[in-house]
T-cell receptor
């Protein structure tokens, strides 16, 4: 079955620690995205990648970093510089960066205390 | 500033009733997406609207797009409890580089 997987589903960290969220897709999509969702809010774009070894900042990139070494994988690191990292993180992919529909993974809920 | 606004933000309705959710956007676009999100879950694609006048229907939900008015509607017919969720519209801008912008979301609660 084709799809997007994110792991872990729940993640707990102490303040000041970096943490990496995994996102893998087997849809052969070129473009991948990371979004953040706070309770009762919409989605905000953190980073996106149109192609391997290339990525661009979204609207709220500060305190986050990404890599795209393989087409299938787009991990997100939440660094200690992110002032309020507790949120629900969603990874998505689309055929390319154009106007194609985005497909979403199941999400990772990160709690930092 | 590019904006995608939905209204209402919250909607509580009785089973069996009809209602419409509106999605207004401020940029040029010829395609719009509707998603459903259950509490604590990811987004599920509902409809893809690719041109002016497009209408799609699935069960008790019907979505339409008017690109001239920059408006999409999601109409609910004879609501049932299972439709309780948050609904998002998302617009892809076609001016300059592509940008995918999500609406504010409409939290729907259908009361039995």
């Amino acid at each position: 079955d084709g799809g997007i997987t994110q792991s872990p589903k729940y993640l707990f960290r102490k303040e000041g620690q970096n943490v990496t969220l995994s996102c893998e897709q087997n849809l052969n999509h070129d473009a991948m995205y990371w979004y953040r969702q706070d309770p009762g809010q919409g989605l905000r774009l953190i980073y996106y990648s149109q192609i391997v070894n290339d990525f661009q900042k979204g609207d709220i990139a500060e305190g986050y970093s990404v890599s795209r070494e393989k087409k299938e994988s787009f991990p997100l690191t939440v660094t200690s510089a992110q002032k309020n990292p507790t949120a629900f993180y969603l990874c998505a992919s689309s055929i390319d960066r154009g106007s194609y529909e985005q497909y979403f993974g199941p999400g990772t809920r990160l709690t930092v205390t | 500033e590019l904006k995608v606004e939905q209204n209402p933000l919250f909607l509580s309705m009785q089973e069996g009733k009809n209602y419409t959710i509106y999605c207004n956007y401020s940029t040029t676009s010829d395609r719009l997406y509707w998603y459903r999100q259950d509490p604590g879950k990811s987004l599920e694609s509902l409809f893809v609207l690719l041109s002016n006048g497009a209408v799609k229907q699935e069960g008790r939900l019907m979505a339409s797009l008017d690109t001239k008015a920059r408006l999409s509607t999601l109409h609910i017919t004879a609501a049932v409890h299972d439709l309780s969720a948050t609904y998002f519209c998302a617009v892809v801008t076609t001016s300059g580089t592509y940008k995918y912008i999500f609406g504010t979301g409409t939290r729907l609660k259908v009361l039995a």
